[in-house]
């Protein structure tokens, strides 16, 4: 079949590659502008631009579809290109635009068969931009791939296949995007060979939940909060933006904790405050119960265990995280 396929990062990347390999032709690969990465701040193509090119598929990277819009004239030189590309459908996985009337209405059925949006969560929980960071940090035992035929809303179209997958209570964002990512590859794949069996059904208004993007002072760990969902927020911002707290005046990522089973809730002691400090972790008091800190991070250093971390840190019980300031933040839905 001939495609469009818009999408960014490496999850994206994933689901273009698996199309390309089961014999699709690219006709055009839409993703973001190159951006500024790395310590040097050097212009970057994305995961899915870096695959494209080393394939000999055509790119195209408009910083806006809107026509009217400051980047009209992007938006004009794609809607050029994707006329060009006279492609029976779009696929879209993680593109970071949305999308304008115009581009659904180039692929819009019963001619063509529409734009096909990958989506990593069971639609409509986790509509938006943050879909794995937030069932995690939400403690959802299950998550998935929503394969969706794309309407002007947000995630709002209706379900063509979907497929559950549980998340594990080791599941970090990485680990759980890894496994995502090759199930929305495979579910893609499988959609587009058999199209005529699609049974496209609109998604529920019951159990609506949107995944706000993840920003760097959300990862800041309150102790006042439980310790089970600070357990699941340290999984839910690794890889980014870390958990992240601060001791002694010293910023400290978190990479890796969790709560104490069985411990007592009502420890007596001021959120924050260490409770043990040895090799198998760091015992911190929090609103209910204990959390233990096993891979930590100093600031300009590296990842290290607890063991590896105490030796160049001097810790005692006694000693206190820094809280943060504001009201206690609520636990997601």
């Not at 939940?209 to 089970?228: E, G, I, P």
């Amino acid at each position: 079949m001939r495609l469009v396929f818009a999408g960014t990062p490496e999850f994206a990347r994933v689901a273009l590659a698996a199309l390309h390999a089961a014999g699709h032709e690219i006709a055009l690969v839409l993703t973001q502008p190159d951006r500024p990465a790395g310590r040097g701040m050097q212009l970057q193509a994305s995961a899915v631009k870096q695959w494209a090119v080393q394939h000999g598929l055509p790119v195209a990277q408009p910083r806006s579809l809107k026509t009217d819009g400051a980047f009209a004239a992007d938006a004009v030189q794609a809607r050029e290109a994707l006329a060009q590309a006279d492609a029976q459908a779009m696929v879209v996985a993680a593109y970071g635009l949305l999308l304008p009337q115009w581009v659904l209405d180039i692929f819009s059925p019963p001619s063509r068969l529409g734009c096909i949006n990958i989506h990593a969560s069971l639609l409509p929980r986790w509509r938006g931009a943050a879909p794995i960071h937030r069932a995690i940090e939400a403690g959802d035992p299950h998550t998935g791939i929503s394969l969706m035929q794309m309407d002007a809303g947000l995630d709002t179209g209706a379900l063509l296949l979907c497929r559950a997958l549980a998340i594990s209570e080791q599941d970090t964002t990485a680990s759980l995007h890894d496994r995502l990512a090759a199930l929305g590859a495979e579910l893609v794949v499988e959609g587009l060979a058999n199209p005529q069996n699609w049974q496209a059904q609109a998604q529920s208004t019951d159990g609506i939940v949107y995944a706000a993007k993840v920003d760097k002072a959300q990862a800041a760990l309150d102790w006042r909060l439980d310790a089970a969902l600070l357990a699941r927020r340290v999984r839910a911002f690794n890889p980014a933006p870390v958990a992240h707290t601060a001791l002694q005046g010293e910023a400290i990522k978190v990479w890796a904790a969790h709560a104490l089973p069985n411990a007592d809730p009502a420890h007596g002691q001021p959120c924050g405050t260490v409770l043990a400090a040895g090799d198998t972790g760091i015992a911190v008091a929090t609103g209910t119960g204990t959390l233990v800190l096993t891979a930590l991070q100093r600031a300009g250093g590296k990842r290290m265990d607890a063991a590896a971390f105490l030796r160049g840190f001097a810790l005692a019980p006694g000693a206190c995280f820094d809280l943060s300031g504001g009201p206690v933040p609520q636990p997601l839905a």
